[in-house]
């Protein structure tokens, strides 16, 4: 069983859980439900650095990154910084996320907000939705065909973006649909952990034109994206370099102004 597989059963039991304590109406019911969302796609789209910021804990592959900034100054450091959108793990017991972490993010900073969280159940979206997120990731590696494309939908319903993740051709393949806006490949084996840019190389002219591309996980350097930004990618996913260290607000800027230099 590897790590994916092993995190998507507990979600199983944690989703299952917190439907029994918190009711749909309720989510429904939350001032966030109706608020606008704003688009990551059409952000990125028009950017020319295309940062996705992260705030992340820890993670399987690296235990802890950071515990000791706060989801309040890093969400209004990125946005200074001048990332396109912010992306916040709210998985527990694997990233040390919440989604008290989503909602501090948005009553902190006007990003577009990407719930990063392992989903296999509509009830999440709705949760995202009621917890100010903007965009949601769907993970073609757990998920279905038929689950892809209903998830994708109901996010759509919802009037959130759906940014798709694929780690090589065969989900890539499954994935394409209209009801999807983003289209993110990660460069880490989830069997070995290895990380290597070649992945997004090699599938990016199998995606077509339609989807903004997204090129995630180890993305350490400003020559990665320039690396990445001739086969078409327009967002690029970064969480460790940032979160590792002090001011992950204050290297964004350093990052961006590199990228820019």
Do not use: W
């Amino acid at each position: 069983m590897n790590i994916l597989d092993k995190i998507t059963l507990d979600k199983r039991n944690e989703v299952a859980l917190r439907k029994s304590l918190i009711p749909i109406h309720q989510l429904e019911e939350s001032v966030l439900f109706e608020r606008e969302t704003i688009s990551l796609a059409s952000k990125l789209r028009n950017s020319n650095t295309g940062i996705i910021a992260e705030h992340k804990r820890r993670s399987p592959s690296k235990s802890i990154i950071n515990n000791s900034l706060n989801v309040q100054d890093v969400a209004r450091g990125y946005e200074n910084a001048g990332v396109c959108g912010m992306s916040v793990l709210t998985d527990g017991k694997y990233f040390g996320g919440s989604l008290d972490d989503l909602l501090t993010a948005r009553a902190s900073c006007n990003l577009p907000l990407l719930r990063k969280e392992f989903i296999i159940d509509e009830y999440q979206l709705l949760e995202a939705r009621a917890y100010g997120a903007d965009v949601i990731l769907l993970i073609a590696a757990i998920l279905t065909k038929e689950e892809i494309k209903h998830f994708s939908e109901f996010a759509k319903g919802l009037d959130l973006n759906v940014l798709l993740e694929v780690h090589n051709e065969e989900e890539l393949h499954k994935s394409i649909m209209p009801s999807i806006d983003m289209l993110g490949v990660n460069n880490r084996n989830l069997k070995t952990f290895e990380v290597s840019l070649e992945t997004s190389k090699s599938l990016s002219s199998l995606i077509p034109d339609d989807f903004v591309k997204v090129s995630e996980s180890g993305i350490s350097n400003v020559e990665a994206i320039k690396e990445l930004q001739p086969y078409g990618y327009q967002g690029f996913l970064i969480g460790e370099n940032f979160m590792k260290t002090e001011d992950a607000g204050a290297s964004a800027a350093k990052f961006i102004k590199d990228l820019e230099g």
